[in-house]
């Protein structure tokens, strides 16, 4: 393997390191038009009307869009398709679309949207998960104000817990996280012959752009494409949520038949776009006295805000994960994801993961303390082993490194000698340590297996260059680096060579989203599927060029092809190779498509193969809490991963940094308020706090490699992870150095104290 | 916004003549103007007079037994200057939270001070330092005691067509103190800060002035009193001092923080700020 397991320098790095990468507002056609958004004021009401008169007279302006001109269905297609592109009849949230105005300028189009009048009259909101839950809230959906519930259902942990020798009952809460990525939301949609409409723009899933942007236009998939633009960062934020933008400017440009610009202002995409959902999550475990679980009972309840979008997805995959890396016979988790009149939830690195992962972390550590056991410990005696049982009755038949990542990463953390219990600490600066073990199930699991297939067009161009057009996007993750390292290896082509080229409808068939960690692994595979294709026609051409009687006594690694009996004698370059293949006119091209191992999924009990193979880490966390101000400092963080095989070692641990860090936001102070009207109160980077370099700690990743014999060599997929773990191993930290538990994220100074109402 | 007319006066009396119209305002380094403009918060606003630059207001000198601070310096100017350190360290140091590194370069103290936000951190340390405010306008100039100057969070005694000329300090020794809690460690608009100025002129004083919980930076004057009238800064005298302020502090809940936390550390800031000093 010439460059799989090296760390190659990214494909997109020089560019975007001499700000030449062009972003999508960096894009212009001619006779554009700018369109901007007229949002709801009011988190609930009745909408009667929408005055356009006073705007549309303003010089300037083409025209204001409202839900009764959307040319198609007025509904985002996802899960239910309960969402609008603009509302009508009622308003949901603060902040959701109710009309566009269209104008020659965006500045003209910024100061007509003050002048649309909404006719609303208000309802009174249901703000939260307690208040939606009620028997006697107001029903804003369904007749319980529920998108949906699952069921996991293990033994029988109600009986077993009746026998446990120990009883742990405790609530956390977690808030709400913006992924506050630096490109906000932005697109251009262009009008073409025939009812053609091609849109580009930021986004992490084109094909579900490609879906919504054809029902918005009431048009074939034919007459839509949909081309991703370098797309600054995603998070989850630009899963769903690109599909509505692109919708409207689509509806702009195809009514007034000429291009139309839409780049959101940051305010606009804080208040309108996704966030993490808040949890709510009930945990009551059982033991036996060395601390062994022997029965949990799980509730789990998501605000998903005003519209389903992902809920049902984003509440299974954290269903099934709830209980965390631990071996338990009796298991019985439920789950809800609620109404409520605030911003639609949807994904968010870790999809509905870190908030029961805090939950069961801290819950884990909670029961060390009472029982009097090292933390670390009690993971060693639960911890998942190959031949271990899940929640849903998987067997863990390979590839879990957990143990391994938990021994790596208290050991280089130093956890023995600096694990020791709150009461013996003291003085006003008092340090503490803390520890989280995660798993994940890698992909779209039994819960989205339908869509989780993925294709690959491989050419070989005349030059000996590669071409790979794939279904999976560059967010910024490295993709394109990583996939081109697979596809060089697995063609035996140079890797700088090999170019692995931004997503477009028009060059792959639906391949699914960019999302739960599974670009790697698929994309990854589908490259590997193209060019065992391509391989042999490759080999063909050596062999006679090599005077080899079969191609099997030819070999062809990193762009050269000699005989496997004279290693060292005569090469032939892949740029020959190609001139060759095209002299004998043997297809240049291949496609991949590669399906998913299968998973499954019993809708009673929540039983069966979630997911095909899952990724492990272990998080230790440092912290130093100035216990007279309750400020604290997070000092280090030890991350070691099981991702099955680093293709690159140094993107590798760029993702680890990066999600810690904002697993570390998540922990210490990110935060969505609302006031008692449900109007988002901080949708600004003034008001809405991340962490920044000064806040950052000393970051250790640690690579460690099982591999999984599915994957590209031997890779997973671990995207998501780092950011998971990371808030539950500094909550248990804080508790270590104060003695004080943290069960409602963020961890503020105030909480600490006691000082926080 | 793309009809606010930009006015770059060379003068200061061009300056005060421009501001004489209504909907217009001055900018200097603009680090909290043009966030409010974008915010909305100037509908009406009519034209920006940069006074940035205006020689006059750039420089910090001194003037017979008076430190003068021009308006125009920034945060960086302001902390790194040796006199400010050696005389006027509460007010080095405050400069020196301010924001991030980029802000400072930007943001002057003239600013800072006109923009009346209870949590502006160059206040309290003008405070402790008994400033007076120096200001100009078209019909000549004027002095304010700085503990006079604000009237409501955003509100000062600035009135149409004057700006703020500098900052006259008695160019007098003293020691003094800084610290402030904020959501991060940079770039965080204060929870709560505190500055603290002592000296000694054959007794000792005692300045202490606090931002963040109360609607304009408040002067803590009773406990200024019992400092100095304490015989020693031991141990009891400092938690006495701490219970006082707390009392004083008048502090709200809000995004940052809440009303109970911010009373709580008055006292702690004033406790570490007296050791500090001690």
């Known amino acids: 393997m010439p460059v799989v397991g090296k760390s190659m320098p990214r494909k997109d790095a020089l560019d975007k390191l001499r700000g030449l990468s062009r972003y999508i507002d960096d894009y212009n056609f001619s006779d554009i038009l700018h369109v901007t958004t007229v949002r709801s004021p009011h988190a609930y009401g009745r909408l009667n009307g929408v005055d356009k008169s006073a705007a549309e007279k303003m010089a300037g302006v083409v025209g204001v869009i409202t839900a009764d001109q959307v040319p198609g269905k007025n509904s985002v297609p996802l899960v239910f398709d309960d969402e609008p592109f603009l509302a009508q009849g009622y308003v949901r949230f603060h902040g959701e679309p109710v009309a566009l105005v269209v104008a020659e300028s965006y500045e003209v189009a910024q100061a007509a949207a003050a002048l649309v009048k909404l006719d609303i009259e208000p309802l009174k909101p249901v703000l939260g998960i307690r208040e939606s839950i009620e028997e006697s809230a107001p029903k804003i959906y369904g007749n319980d104000n529920v998108f949906s519930r699952y069921n996991v259902e293990k033994g029988n942990a109600e009986e077993a817990m009746k026998s446990a020798a120990h009883v742990f009952e405790q609530e956390y809460e977690t808030p709400y996280q913006e992924h506050a990525y630096l490109e906000t939301n932005g697109v251009i949609a262009v009008p073409g012959n025939e009812g053609t409409m091609t849109v580009y723009g930021t986004m ?91 029965a949990a009972l799980i509730d789990y309840y998501v605000d998903g805000g005003a519209y389903a979008t992902l809920t049902p997805i984003v509440l299974w995959r954290g269903t099934v994960h709830a209980l965390g890396p631990y071996e338990c016979d009796h298991v019985h988790i439920k789950s809800w994801g609620v109404a409520t009149n605030k911003v639609p939830c949807g994904a968010y690195r870790g999809f509905g993961s870190p908030q029961v992962i805090f939950a069961g972390e801290s819950m884990m550590d909670e029961i060390a303390t009472e029982l009097n056991i090292d933390p670390v410990e009690i993971r060693r005696i639960n911890c998942y082993k190959v031949g271990s049982s899940t929640a849903t009755s998987q067997i863990i038949d390979q590839s879990c490194g957990l143990m391994e990542t938990l021994e790596k990463a208290s050991e280089k953390a130093d956890w023995a000698e600096k694990w020791q219990r709150p009461e013996q600490r003291s003085g006003v600066m008092r340090k503490g340590v803390g520890v989280s073990t995660v798993y994940y199930g890698v992909g779209l699991g039994a819960g989205g297996k339908h869509l989780d297939r993925v294709g690959t067009s491989m050419t070989i161009m005349k030059d000996g260059s590669v071409h790979c057009a794939i279904g999976n996007v560059e967010m910024g993750q490295g993709a394109r680096t ?93 740029r020959e190779l190609a001139e060759k293949l ?63 095989k680093a293709i690159n070692p140094q993107q590798v641990e760029g993702q680890i940094e990066g999600g810690t860090l904002q697993g570390m936001g998540y922990a210490t102070m990110e935060e969505i308020r609302h006031d008692a009207d449900g109007r988002m109160l901080n949708n600004a980077f003034a008001t809405y706090i991340l962490p920044t370099t000064e806040d950052t700690p000393e970051l250790d990743p640690i690579i460690v490699e099982h591999a999984y014999d599915r994957g590209p060599y031997g890779a997973k997929g671990f995207g998501e992870v780092p950011l998971m773990g990371v808030a539950p191993a500094i909550a248990n930290a804080i508790y270590n150095a104060t003695g004080v538990r943290i069960r409602r994220l963020p961890i503020k100074p105030e909480k600490i104290l006691g000082l926080d109402k | 916004m793309s009809n606010v007319e930009f006015i770059k006066p060379t003068s200061l009396q061009d300056a005060c003549e421009a501001l004489m119209k209504p909907d217009y305002l001055a900018i200097a380094g603009g680090s909290d103007l043009i966030v409010k403009m974008r915010n909305g918060m100037y509908p009406n606003l009519k034209g920006l007079v940069d006074i940035s630059g205006l020689p006059p207001l750039n420089t910090i000198r001194t003037d017979e037994n008076a430190v003068i601070i021009g308006s125009g310096c920034t945060m960086n100017q302001i902390a790194k200057d040796q006199l400010i350190k050696d005389y006027f360290p509460a007010l080095a140091k405050a ?137 020693q800064l031991d141990d009891n005298t400092i938690a006495r001092a701490a219970e006082i302020v707390s009392e004083t502090a008048k502090p709200i809940s809000d995004l940052r923080s809440t009303k109970a936390y911010r009373k709580q550390m008055a006292g702690v800031l004033l406790k570490r700020a007296l050791q500090n000093l001690r």
Not at chain 1, 504 to 518: F, Y
Not at chain 1, 615 to 643: F, L, P, Q
């Open chain 1, 204 to 294: 992490q899933c084109p094909f579900y752009v490609h879906d919504a942007v054809a029902q918005a236009l009431g048009r074939e998939r034919n007459q839509v494409k949909i081309v991703q633009t370098t797309t600054g960062g995603g998070f989850g934020g630009k899963e769903d949520f690109p599909s509505l933008v692109a919708g409207h400017a689509a509806i702009v440009a195809q009514l007034f038949n000429r291009p139309a610009k839409l780049i959101y202002k940051r305010e606009e995409d804080i208040i309108a776009s996704s966030k993490r959902h808040p949890g709510l999550i009930k945990m009551k475990i059982g033991t036996d006295d060395k601390g062994k679980i022997t």
């Open chain 1, 482 to 574: 990583v996939l081109a390292q697979i596809a060089a290896d697995a063609l035996g082509a140079p890797y700088e060579l090999v170019n692995v080229v931004e997503a477009d409808t028009s060059l792959v068939p639906d391949s699914g989203p960019t999302v739960a960690s599974r670009t790697t692994f698929m994309s990854g595979n589908s490259l590997m599927l193209a060019a065992e294709q391509l391989r042999p026609r490759l080999l063909q051409v050596a062999a006679d060029l090599l005077g080899a009687p079969v191609i099997d006594e030819v070999e062809l690694v990193d762009g050269k092809a000699f005989l496997k009996s004279q290693p060292e004698g005569k090469q032939i370059g892949f």
């Open chain 1, 582 to 644: 095209y002299a004998y006119r043997l297809m240049p091209s291949a496609f991949g498509w590669f399906i998913a191992p299968d998973s499954s999924y019993d809708k009673e009990t929540g039983q069966g193969n979630a997911y095909f193979v899952y990724s492990y880490c272990t998080n230790i966390a440092e912290v130093e809490v100035d216990m007279e101000t309750g400020e604290y400092r997070v000092t280090r963080i030890t991350s070691a991963h099981d991702m099955g």
């Open chain 2, 95 to 231: 400069a020196s939270t301010v924001g991030a590194l980029q802000i400072r370069n930007s943001a002057t103290i003239g600013g800072n001070v006109a923009n009346a936000s209870p949590a502006g951190d160059t206040i309290p340390a003008l405070f402790t330092l008994v400033a007076d405010i120096m200001i100009i306008g078209c019909n000549g100039r004027r002095q304010i005691p700085i503990v006079e100057f604000f009237l409501s969070p955003g509100k000062t005694k600035l009135a149409p067509g004057e700006i703020i000329e500098g900052f006259k300090l008695l160019l007098r020794k003293t020691r003094g103190e800084f610290l402030k809690l904020g959501e991060r460690r940079a770039h965080a608009i204060s929870k709560i800060n505190m500055a603290v100025s002592t000296w000694n002129d054959g007794k000792n004083h005692y300045r202490i002035a606090m931002g963040s919980v109360a609607p304009t930076v408040l002067r803590c004057r009773e406990a200024e009193e019992y400092l100095e009238s304490s015989e």
